[in-house]
């Protein structure tokens, strides 16, 4: 099973799972490798281990079809073949596949892959292949409906148009907010005005603007845009929590593109809720040192404990933080 679609994939792998037998028993009988590391010896033992009190044994290797594309990324705009020693094992997993034996169900899933793919063709006459891309357009709006429909619950077409717009195709941040949603309207069909006031990107584009003048030294811009949120309702403790959350995000977004990963995983990883989301973060993951950012965090969580544990008033507290933030200008 391949696709940026983990949501999907995820699902597809609890139907197989459900196939397999008594449930009660498949956690004795499954085994999950990693792929980019795996072995053959280790693929043999696990394949050829006899299934406990059932027929089946279940084998995932999330990664095993990365190690098969034509050639490894090294670097930007550079490639090479693996080595010799890697290019055996991989030929002999390759060769051992088409043996297991037929109580092993081994299912393979990874993200990227290309057609041509070496192990794929390899193993396409024996295999059942899969792909989830991820949705957009009018199959979203088709998979919103169904994911609505399975769980008892409806919206109307605009509401499903606006947050199919809003949230895009990261299905885990989807099925989430139609969770919120449906608990917010309680049974009545949910409206685009519910979408607009649940899943509302306003806020989330103030902290990332917030982000943005903190960590540029704008003072002025960050207190106006604090007390914009706190006008409207925000808690203190919330946007401090919101803050250091996009702080992390925009690190971990960092490791993932030095890590040369696609935007799809890096939503998916990041659990981001919207392709708005997963612009910014980039953006900002683009533009600030990380000395920066780790100085901005540390003070962000020692500003909420002292919040939580009663030292501190919060507004006033947010307040001080980011004045004395953007007077940093040596970090």
């Known amino acids: 099973m391949i696709g940026e679609d983990s949501f999907s994939i995820r699902q597809a792998l609890e139907e ?25 010896n280790q693929l043999r033992a696990a394949a050829e281990t006899t299934p406990f009190l059932a027929e089946k044994r279940l084998i995932i290797v999330p990664g095993l079809l990365q190690r098969y594309e034509a050639r490894a990324r090294t670097g930007r705009g550079r490639k090479k073949a693996p080595g010799n020693d890697q ?3 991989l030929k002999a997993i390759a060769a051992y596949l088409p043996q297991m034996p037929d109580s092993a169900v081994l299912v393979l899933t990874d993200s990227g892959i290309s057609p041509g793919n070496s192990l794929l063709k390899g193993v396409s006459d024996r295999a059942v292949f899969r792909s989830f891309p991820l949705l957009r357009g009018k199959k979203l709006q088709q998979w919103i409906q169904q994911h609505l429909k399975k769980k008892g619950d ?76 706190l006008q409207k309702g925000a808690a203190p403790v919330y946007l401090m929590a919101m803050l250091s959350r996009q702080i992390q995000l925009i690190v971990r977004a960092r490791e993932l ?3 040369e990963k696609t935007e799809a995983e890096i939503q998916a990883r990041l659990g981001l809720a919207s ?4 612009r910014k973060t980039l953006e900002q993951a683009a533009r600030y040192r990380l000395e ?18 009663g030292q501190r008033d919060g507004e006033l507290a947010l307040t001080i933080l980011i004045a004395e933030l953007c007077q940093q200008s040596g970090v």
């Open 257 to 259: 593109s030095n890590q």
């Open 292 to 309: 920066r950012l780790k100085v901005v965090y540390h003070r962000l969580l020692e500003t909420d404990l002292s919040v939580k544990t």
């Open 154 to 229: 409806s919206a109307s077409p605009q509401a499903v148009d606006l947050l199919a717009r809003l949230i895009g195709g990261n299905l885990w941040a989807m099925a989430s907010e139609i969770e919120k949603l449906a608990l917010f309207t309680a049974g009545r069909r949910i409206e685009e005005e519910d979408v607009r006031l649940v899943v509302s990107q306003s806020q989330e584009a103030n902290v990332f603007a917030m982000i943005d003048a903190i960590l540029e030294l704008k003072t002025r811009t960050a207190q106006q845009l604090l007390q914009q949120l």
């Open 275 to 278: 392709d708005f989301a997963l």
């Open 16 to 40: 197989i799972k459900g196939g397999l037998g008594d449930m009660s028993l498949l956690a004795a009988n499954t085994a999950t490798l990693d792929g980019q590391q795996l072995t053959l």
């Open 87 to 89: 290019h055996d094992e």
